[in-house]
């Protein structure tokens, strides 16, 4: 089958470009002529306000990639449609409403040709804008079939969509896996990790974390909407010599050092639909502590990888960090930690995607 991927792909960087790219992989892995159309230009700068693109790849780059497509270009939009016809599946993955005038572009330049599948990270975004559900429905009210990551995501698409609407938990597309550093002793410093942004908690951490005196924690990535907000909180909360911000994308390259110097990651998410965090901490060694929202409960398993607590709540994130640094705990933890298998994930996943039925 001829299978093209309307996604991004190195330079760019993250998880949706590290997904697109390993589901190229497996599916030629499965026989495929598989081709990706990525970006030249995704986003305008100011709807993304983080670094958008990397240096060096993230695992192994895909070989049969394009990248002509360009938010600027509506006419690049349209021949691209055209140029999928030949295509027997075309895959639009949605990870922005953004993106949507681009691939309403390529599917008047289809016209129908082919089958499509929208294969949605987050149907709508956690924090949302009007025009996001507008854009969104006009997407899947004109695509074959919908690829949600969950049950409650699929729920939504199905308010929005004409198509049918099938349910595959996102698989692991991790970073190319380096040296896992084993930290001797308890560090009493904690982690978040990734894209700082409000549906994520760490304002919720940082409270629990006045409450749990001789606690440390490191901060690293991206701040979506600056650092202001969070170093004026830090303040309030007198947490000036307990917390680290590093602020900035962090290389996979890095990632083994960060891991190593933290007891456990900490995901206070107040919402979440598919997550790779959780499986990224026990990549590295790393017990979760994480909210019981999206399919992070899925990938921790209580007392034994991990705790698990209701989101939203400053005293039960505050409570799970007392109980984590209980003597002992947290290397009893550490000793319960697994990297997950991905290979049946993707199975189940590709399986779901190339299936023509609901």
């Not at 998410?269 to 790779?276: D, L």
């Not at 790393?286 to 399919?295: D, N, S």
């Amino acid at each position: 089958m001829r299978i093209s991927i309307v996604g991004p792909a190195y330079p760019y960087k993250g998880g949706g470009a590290q997904h697109t790219t390993e589901l190229a992989h497996r599916l030629a892995a499965l026989g495929h002529d598989v081709v990706i159309e990525s970006w030249r230009a995704q986003y305008p700068a100011f709807l993304y306000p983080g670094q958008q693109t990397i240096s060096a790849p993230e695992g192994r780059p895909f070989p049969d990639v394009r990248r002509h497509l360009d938010w600027r270009r509506p006419d690049g939009w349209v021949r691209c449609g055209r140029r999928l016809r030949a295509a027997d599946l075309v895959v639009l993955t949605l990870l922005s409403s953004v993106q949507v005038p681009a691939y309403l572009g390529i599917l008047s330049g289809l016209r129908r040709k082919t089958r499509v599948v929208a294969l949605c990270h987050n149907v709508l975004p956690h924090e949302r804008k009007p025009y996001d559900a507008p854009l969104v429905k006009a997407l899947l009210r004109r695509v074959d079939r919908v690829l949600a990551h969950s049950e409650e995501q699929a729920t939504l698409a199905r308010e929005l969509a004409r198509a049918p609407v099938a349910v595959a938990g996102l698989p692991p597309h991790l970073p190319a896996r380096g040296e896992v550093r084993v930290a001797s002793g308890v560090r009493h410093r904690l982690l978040f990790f990734g894209m700082v942004r409000p549906y994520k908690g760490l304002d919720l951490l940082l409270r629990a974390l006045a409450r749990v005196p001789g606690v440390s924690l490191t901060v690293a990535g991206e701040f979506w909407g600056g650092l202001e907000e969070t170093r004026a909180l830090i303040g309030e909360l007198g947490l000036g010599e307990r917390v680290e911000l590093r602020p900035g994308y962090v290389a996979a390259d890095d990632m083994p050092g960060l891991f190593a110097e933290a007891d456990a990651l900490v995901l206070p998410y107040r919402a979440a639909t598919a997550s790779q965090n959780a499986w990224l901490g026990h990549e590295h060694g790393l017990p979760v502590i994480a909210t019981r929202v999206g399919a992070l409960a899925d990938h921790v398993t209580d007392g034994v990888d991990g705790l698990l607590i209701e989101p939203g709540s400053v005293d039960a994130l505050a409570e799970a960090i007392t109980r984590f640094y209980a003597d002992g705990e947290p290397e009893r933890l550490r000793q319960g930690v697994k990297a997950v298998d991905p290979d049946p994930y993707w199975a189940a996943y590709a399986s779901a995607l190339l299936s023509s039925g609901a």
